[in-house]
């Protein structure tokens, strides 16, 4: 809160007005109001009812955000200890949710903790979320919002939310059967390292689509579980703001990353499986293939872009 309000206290310096007043808006929808004095301010809690106008709402025993814009801004460097952060997107099948978390709850290292982000609370799904959150305060956060958003608005929410020094994108029909955070984390740890990730993927001679790659270094990785350090994700931007799928905005985001410093898969096969795949196999084919043609074209232009800067 406190990050927030201060960026807003920037901008009015710097009279960028828009960025004062948005960032005040943001404010409010967590609950404050900024009251300003000469150069400084104070935040106190907004007694008007504002928030619940603006979309929050209490919803099974949890609050829910208007959309995850809404979410805090982490204020850095985050609590001791905290090594990392594995980001979930909970968008319904509550059972692949409560198999994913008791896998992470099982072999994620010490310092690692677990922020899920909510969407509409489709079949219960936040539910659950908010159950296993309350029993395990210390290693689960949860997060709420009202309804249907783009998948790279989602996953930059929890970004922004993030203290921990790396960020771990994760999939809930990804599943631990070991400790495969821990080499990610080492490989990250390499100098020149950005990302590493479980499943990474070079272009075809041809351009037209992506194999498989690893281990070792590659051009891109897929968001089944990809750690990133949060310093490089946030230089190029975050996530493809707009972005409403998720294969090609992995592939888009890595060709970002790159620019910044080499992007590796571990050696040797990680502990874990991959159980049905929700977001790809249980959405509608036609949906699909017209995101992913539409996705393909910004990752062909960076791609284009990244081997003239190599040639």
């Known amino acids: 809160m406190g990050d927030l309000a201060r960026r807003r206290a920037a ?17 409010r929808t967590l609950g404050w109001l900024v009251q300003d004095s000469g150069d400084s301010f104070v935040l106190v809690p907004d007694a008007s009812g504002e928030v619940a106008k603006r979309g929050t709402a209490a919803s ?26 594995v980001a979930l997107l909970v968008e319904g099948w509550p059972d692949d949710l409560r198999t994913c978390l008791a896998a992470l709850l099982e072999h994620a290292p010490a310092g690692v903790m677990v922020s899920g982000l909510d969407v509409g609370n489709a079949d219960g799904a936040g539910e659950v979320l908010h159950e296993l959150a309350t029993a395990y305060p210390g290693r689960i956060e949860e997060w709420h ?44 740890a390499e100098p020149g390292v950005v990302a590493a990730g479980w ?79 929700r977001g790809y196999h249980d959405t509608d084919p036609a949906y699909r293939e017209a995101e992913s043609r539409r996705n393909y074209r910004r990752v062909l232009d960076l791609l284009r872009s990244h081997r003239d800067s190599e040639a």
């Open 11 to 27: 901008a009015r310096q710097a009279k960028d007005y828009a960025t004062a007043d948005d960032l005040r808006a943001r404010i």
């Open 199 to 277: 499943r990474g993927a070079d272009p075809d001679s041809d351009l037209r689509g992506f194999h498989d790659a690893g281990p070792g270094p590659v051009t891109a990785l897929l968001g089944y579980l990809l750690a990133v350090r949060a310093d490089a994700a946030a230089k190029v931007g975050g996530l493809p703001a707009g972005a409403r799928f998720y294969r090609n905005a992995d592939l888009e985001f890595s060709l970002r990353l790159g620019r910044e410093g080499s992007l590796v898969v571990p050696p040797g096969p990680l502990p874990v499986r991959q159980a049905r795949h």
């Open 145 to 188: 919002v009202h309804g249907a958003t783009g998948w790279g608005a989602a996953r930059n929410g929890l970004l922004r939310a993030d203290p921990a020094p790396v960020h771990v994108l994760m999939e809930t029909s990804t599943i631990l059967t070991g400790d495969a955070i821990s080499p990610l984390l080492a490989a990250l």
């Open 60 to 85: 099974g025993g949890f609050r829910q955000l208007r959309d995850p814009g809404a979410l805090p801004v982490a204020e850095l460097p985050g609590p001791p200890g905290r090594v990392a952060t």
